[in-house]
């Protein structure tokens, strides 16, 4: 794995550009809703090789290993938890067969739906969930890590305290944010970014924000509490839900991209897209 190091060497050259969404576009190829993204992808591997095929096509420097969920705690609910190494392992050699000449981030995210993130109590369920997932993420050969969509600061130091201990190189963290810049759990975002740039983190920022007016101010407002390299990884726009219960995205890739602009004046100098964003997306930003 890189080092933090060797990682902010290669983000201080300039601009670095991460892949968009995976789960909207791996649905709208066929994904059925409610299933284990992770034990899909490895019974119908094609899906997503063409998708980070052509992200790397579009501009892409880092890809994310779809490992979003694959810690054992939610494996565990189609009976995968014992195989939670072999399946993280798995899943970055593919997306490495998929885009040979990228970085491959080995994805963990979230585990507030499993328990009580926000608990002290819960701290140990978190790093052993985390530890065993970083496991298989090393030993399949990931470049380094991405802890996205957090909703707690716990989570990443749970994160941080497993990679520590899996002896992990570079590691990047981005969590999800209110408008005002808070997190969801109330506390202020950017000073929990700072805590994180002192513990070690390699790049801090945001993802599955709405890409919209607010965005640049949200970076502007992040920015002044660090100095590492600061991600910018929103939505395409607000959502609206279809008659399906989809999330369906409307803002196109020229409109995303001015956005992305604004929020490289702003301090920004990581970029991708979350949901509802493309390849498309991805090239009209390494574009511009």
Known sequence: MLTKEDF??????????LDGA???????????????????????????????????????????????????????????????????????????????????????????TFCDSWNPDCFELLVENYSRQIRG??????????????????EAEAILTAAELEGAGAAMYTFTMQPDGSLFSGA???KALQELEQAGAAAVGFNCVAADMMTPYLVAKLRRYVKVPLICKPNAGMPTINSDGIAEYSMGPEEFAEVMRQCKQNGANIFGGCCGTTPEHIAQLKRI
Do not use: H
């Open 22 to 112: 995976t789960g909207s576009n791996l649905r709208n190829a066929g994904m059925p809703k409610g299933c284990c993204t992770e034990q899909w992808v490895l019974e119908n591997p094609e899906p997503l090789v063409r998708l980070q095929r052509s992200y790397a096509e579009a501009g892409s420097q880092i890809i994310y290993a779809p490992t979003f969920q694959a810690q054992p705690i939610a494996l565990k609910a189609v009976g995968l938890d014992s195989q939670t190494e072999k399946i993280n392992e798995a899943l970055v050699a593919l997306s490495r067969s998929a885009a040979p000449g990228c970085l491959i981030a080995g994805d963990l995210t979230t585990l507030a």
């Open 137 to 154: 993420l090393i030993d399949g050969g990931a470049d380094l890590l991405v802890g996205e969509t957090l909703l707690y600061q716990q």
């Open 8 to 17: 902010q060497k290669r983000a201080a050259g300039g601009i670095c550009i």
């Open 188 to 190: 202020d975002a950017g």
